[in-house]
């Protein structure tokens, strides 16, 4: 070859150029004179510094006055990929070439990381605001203590999803974001609240890591469009001594704040403490034993046998050994897969909570195989190999307590009507589960749990009450109840006393003869559509048709007339007809069945929705006690009283 060059593509074609030695353009910040130099003169320095020429093709350039306008169009067009990544960087000093003339590769990411600067959101902007309100709503709402938002994993995330928004402070979330979120969502449910007529209560006390005592407030309505709402009003601090009188005082200020009226409270949920007993008693509340705490002690009695015993104590040394030591986690790792027994580690049970020894009892018989494979072979734990006596115990234990962890997933649910199961769940398990054909411990179990459970429900008073709200569910109805004749005269009176004279006026009412029919507006009750005994086929009541078995009805619609009546008459007609209904599937809505028979039943879906939104266990509260092990940690254990119930409402009510 006669010289030195290189072969470059330039437009559209290939050239041959000569490779020339280029002086680099001094003083300048422009990352674009990294792809441009200058002919050098005689003294080594630039000979024309309006001629530069490019780097890559050696096309000489012009640019008057140092102006980079022309080197920019000139790699825009021909060599857009270094264009791109020009005009992506921000400028700064350009590095020395080399020997060939060609650009460094290497970058000084350090000196680009000084130089480089980044705008930011000014603070005021919607999309600043919005991003302020989503990293509000992630602490709250996943209970997340604030130094969370202060440490550099969390800041180094936020950065990768937007580099222009800047982090407020801690003290600006905590003064500022989440009070304002606390007042939106407190306006939110304040406005829902005004939509029920009557509300039911949950109450539980706690205290938190710090000893400091607090009480949580729930309410339970049925709004306008017959939907069962829940809401975790309050975390009430407790400052004086827990005793009747104090909490007495802090409910009342609870109903007070929230503008609640206590004659529209029909009743409240509570555990058996005797301070929230004589609270409830001194306001002259309605109060309703946890249904779910009630089972428990039932349970646990059931449970108080000297075979039984042996039993859960042998499962629970069993974990103990296996979770102590890896060598037989390691063996029972190897057993399992010789057995084909699923890779389920053992499990510990929890004291004063049946479930958790259930499911531990479970899992031991699911893996005895494997345990025994293991227990076998080491002579330090063979003492604990369980006989058969001992299966046969586990095995009876098992079967008696599974349909109870039914009975409570049922009425333990935010969702769905329990208060009105209590009562058939009650006479299902002294009646129907208890059976003297049953071998001696099942029955001696099973006899226990039915005297404790007819204890704790012997009172005439809350009996009858119960029987109500059962008699006014349709999935019930009539035929669970009693004592019908004293639950019609309580329905009767309360009807008839509740009425203002000017609701007492003529009603309006479809019939034939004898046979009650509902008006045509009833849109469950048209000949070509289903009954209120045919619903949309859905899962509802967290599992009580597995309790009971399924319930099915038809029935058919009758020619309407409509008449005049008074509203003795008009009460009647209404409970003829809804005697005369099918019962409702136990796997449908009864607030649904209403909603669509309100205008036929006006006076009976009144007292429906009075009485069906209370909860039969006190889970809303309990709930937010339990999750407020989130709010209050090792990170957050200082949390004023105010904070602390914001948090809490937030983390319960946010969507």
Excluded at 35 to 42: E, L, N, R, T
Excluded at 162 to 175: A, D, H, I, T, V
Excluded at 398 to 413: D, G, H, K, Q, T
Excluded at 448 to 453: F, P, S
Aim: a neutral charge.
């Amino acid at each position: 070859m006669e010289g030195d060059g290189d072969i470059v593509h330039c437009g559209s074609s290939f050239v041959k150029t000569e490779r020339p030695q280029l002086v680099e353009k001094s003083n300048t910040t422009s990352e674009v004179w990294r792809y441009f130099g200058f002919q050098p003169g005689s003294d080594g320095r630039p000979e024309n510094i309006e001629t530069p020429v490019c780097k890559i093709c050696f096309r000489v350039i012009p640019a008057k006055a140092s102006n980079t306008s022309n080197l920019y169009a000139h790699l825009k067009s021909q060599h857009p990929h270094i264009y791109i990544e020009v005009k992506g960087k921000p400028n700064q000093a350009p590095t020395t070439a080399a020997s060939s003339g060609e650009p460094s590769r290497e970058q000084t990411n350090t000196m680009r990381e000084i130089f480089q600067r980044k705008d930011k959101f000014d603070p005021k902007p919607r999309e600043h605001r919005e991003l302020t309100k989503a990293v509000t709503y992630y602490v709250t709402k996943d209970r997340m203590p604030l130094s969370t938002i202060s440490k550099p994993g969390f800041q180094h995330l936020l950065s990768k999803f937007n580099p222009r928004y800047e982090l407020p402070s801690k003290n600006y979330f905590s003064r500022v974001a989440i009070p304002s979120l606390y007042a939106d969502v407190r306006k939110v449910v304040e406005k829902e609240l005004k939509s029920g007529d009557c509300f039911a209560a949950t109450v539980e006390t706690w205290t938190c890591r710090s000893n400091e005592m607090f009480l949580t407030f729930g309410v339970q309505y049925v709004d306008s469009d017959w939907v069962l709402k829940n809401h975790c009003l309050q975390t009430q601090y407790l400052p004086d001594e827990h005793s009747g009188q104090s909490l007495k005082c802090a409910l009342e200020d609870v109903l007070e704040e929230w503008g609640l009226d206590p004659t529209n409270l029909v009743a409240v949920t509570t555990d058996n403490g005797p301070a929230i007993k004589l609270a409830c008693e001194l306001l002259g509340w309605k109060r309703i034993s946890c249904f779910s705490q009630n089972l428990q002690s039932s349970l646990q009695k059931g449970l108080e046998d000297s075979r039984i015993e042996r039993i859960i104590q042998l499962c629970r040394q069993i974990f103990s050994q296996f979770s102590r030591s890896w060598r037989r986690k390691r063996d029972f790792s190897i057993a399992q897969s010789q057995k084909g027994l699923p890779r389920n580690s053992l499990k510990a049970d929890v004291n004063n909570n049946w479930g958790t020894t259930l499911d531990m009892l479970e899992r031991f018989l699911e893996q005895q195989d494997a345990v025994r494979t293991v227990l076998a072979h080491d002579h330090k734990i063979c003492r604990l190999v369980p006989t058969w006596q001992d299966i046969d115990v586990l095995e009876s234990i098992i079967s008696v307590l599974r349909p109870f962890r039914e009975m409570s997933e049922a009425l333990s649910s935010e969702k769905f009507i329990s208060i009105s199961a209590i009562n058939p769940l009650i006479k299902h398990i002294c009646n129907d589960l208890v059976r003297e054909e049953q071998e001696e411990l099942t029955l001696s179990f099973l006899m226990r749990i039915k005297r404790d459970l007819e204890m704790r429900y012997g009172d005439p008073e809350l009996v009858h009450f119960l029987e109500k709200v059962t008699f006014i569910d349709p999935r019930f109805g009539p035929t669970c109840v009693g004592n019908l004749e004293n639950v019609l005269q309580q329905i009767k009176g309360e009807v008839l006393a509740g009425k203002v004279a000017e609701e007492s006026s003529l009603f309006q009412i479809g019939f034939d003869g004898s046979t009650i029919s509902p008006l045509s507006s009833c849109s469950w009750y048209d000949r070509d559509s289903p009954g209120p005994s045919q619903p949309k086929k859905a899962k509802y009541g967290g599992g009580l048709a597995k309790v009971f078995g399924k319930q099915n009805g038809d029935g058919a619609a009758d020619k309407t007339v409509t008449t005049s009546v008074s509203l003795q008459e008009q009460l009647d007609r209404e409970l003829d007809f809804y005697f005369r209904e099918p019962k409702l599937s136990l796997e449908s809505c009864p607030l649904q069945w209403w909603k669509a028979t309100q205008n036929c039943l006006p006076l009976l879906a009144k007292i429906a929705k009075k009485y069906l939104c209370i909860s039969a266990t006190n889970v809303t509260s309990e709930r937010a006690f339990s999750n407020s092990s989130f709010v209050l940690t090792e990170y957050r254990n200082s949390v004023k009283p105010k904070h602390m119930d914001q948090l809490v409402f937030l983390a319960e009510n946010l969507p």
